[in-house]
């Protein structure tokens, strides 16, 4: 038999989504989901994860749970083919968690590059909660526990998901074969790894006022684009100006298809052509802002539209995160079983284990 193909993904709920998530996830897994290649897939909001480094601020994961959940259906997930779900709402997860933190050390979960990086950026050198220091085999058991086969992530998870395929084949190799070895899946165009923020800056994050929101207002979109971050050397239209670092040309990497030229700017046929004459000089700034402002309210509109639809019935958004949470639920339990059975501790589910033990006894 084919082995079954599922997908598995989530964010942190600490914000509303904006345009790094869709084109370093969002707008990939809609596709997945609608190439009907994929038997499951599940897309789930981390709150519990996002809990571990907001403890004291529980309501900011509260109130995002809703904006996040608005964002999914905005770019097209679709309740009919995907399970959308809330981590905490599956206790499976805790306990499969629990178990797999045996089978890793503590010096491995210290050269997770990704967790280095986000201790230093909180401050957590000298105070780093357990649970967030741990958070990456928790991630294991979100991944595991769906017996998910492809992960499509930005490449800032990949440690993690490195993390998840050391524990499944540890366990494995333990208890016999059980679980299921994950693949990243990461986005196949570079400027879409990591899209910087409108400032420059290496990614888009709230705290920095850099991100262009999923649900921005057109007019926000057009503000943002025209203060975006250039080439600081580019003074006169007649200066050479320069590719790298310029996040205009970045977002233009990341969104702009051949047919955008002939809807918004005939006088080019490619962004090629676009980009020898702004490196030769004789293209201002303002004029290929305007090309991505279009390129990105295309895009972004629809997105727009369909999100305003959705917030119209909130409690029906609840509603289908309360069903998908009942299904995850179902099949997280049935790992959860199979889990304790490899392991041992299926105590009273096991006849032949009742009657050999009394055998033994009364011999
Ligand atoms: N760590 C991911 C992020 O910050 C969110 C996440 C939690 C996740 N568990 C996951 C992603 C499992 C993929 C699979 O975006």
């Known amino acids: 038999m084919e082995k079954e193909k599922v997908i598995l993904t989530g964010d942190r709920p600490t914000g509303k989504l904006h345009i790094g998530h869709y084109v370093g996830s969002l707008r990939r897994r809609v596709e ?3 190439s009907g290649q994929y ?10 994860q996002a809990l571990t480094d907001n403890i004291d601020n529980p309501e900011k994961v509260r109130q995002n749970v809703i904006e996040v959940a608005l964002d999914y259906l905005a770019v097209g997930l679709d309740p009919q083919k995907s399970t959308i779900f809330i981590q905490s ?3 499976e997860l805790c306990e499969l968690s629990f178990y797999y933190m045996d089978l890793v050390t503590v010096s491995r979960l210290q050269r997770n590059p990704t967790v280095k990086t986000e201790i230093q950026m909180r401050n957590f050198e000298t105070s780093i ?3 967030f220091f741990t958070y990456p085999i928790s991630q294991a058991a979100d991944i595991t526990a769906f017996k998910a086969t492809t992960v499509p992530v930005g490449e800032d998870q990949e440690p993690m998901l490195e ?3 050391e524990i499944v084949r540890r366990f494995n190799h333990i208890y016999g074969e059980t679980l299921v070895e994950p693949e990243i899946l990461l986005p196949d165009n570079a400027a879409c790894l990591r899209l910087p923020g409108t400032d420059g800056k290496a990614k888009m994050s709230k705290s920095l006022g850099n991100c262009i929101y999923l649900s921005d207002s057109a007019d926000e979109v057009e503000k943002k684009v025209r203060s975006m971050f250039t080439d600081p050397t580019h003074l006169r239209v007649s200066d050479p100006g320069k590719l790298e670092g310029n996040t205009v040309f970045t977002y233009l990497d990341a969104f702009c298809k051949p047919e955008h ?3 918004y700017w005939t006088d080019y046929a490619n962004l090629e052509e676009v980009k020898a004459h702004y490196t030769r000089g004789g293209l201002g700034d303002m004029k290929v802002k305007k090309f991505l402002a279009a390129i990105l309210q295309e895009e972004l509109t629809p997105i727009r539209e369909r999100r305003k639809e959705f917030e119209k019935d909130i409690p029906a958004v609840y509603e289908m995160l309360k069903k998908g949470c009942e299904v995850a639920r179902e099949t997280a339990a049935q790992t959860l079983d199979e889990v304790r059975r490899a392991m041992k501790i299926n105590y009273f589910d096991d006849a032949a284990l009742i009657a050999e033990q009394a055998q033994r006894f009364h011999q």
Not at 41 to 46: K, Q, R, Y
């Open 32 to 34: 997945l989901q609608n």
């Open 163 to 165: 993390q998840a395929r």
């Open 39 to 48: 038997q499951k897939i599940f897309v789930f909001e981390a709150d519990a």
């Open 129 to 131: 909660p357990v649970g």
């Open 261 to 263: 030229f002939g809807r």
């Open 89 to 91: 709402q599956i206790p």
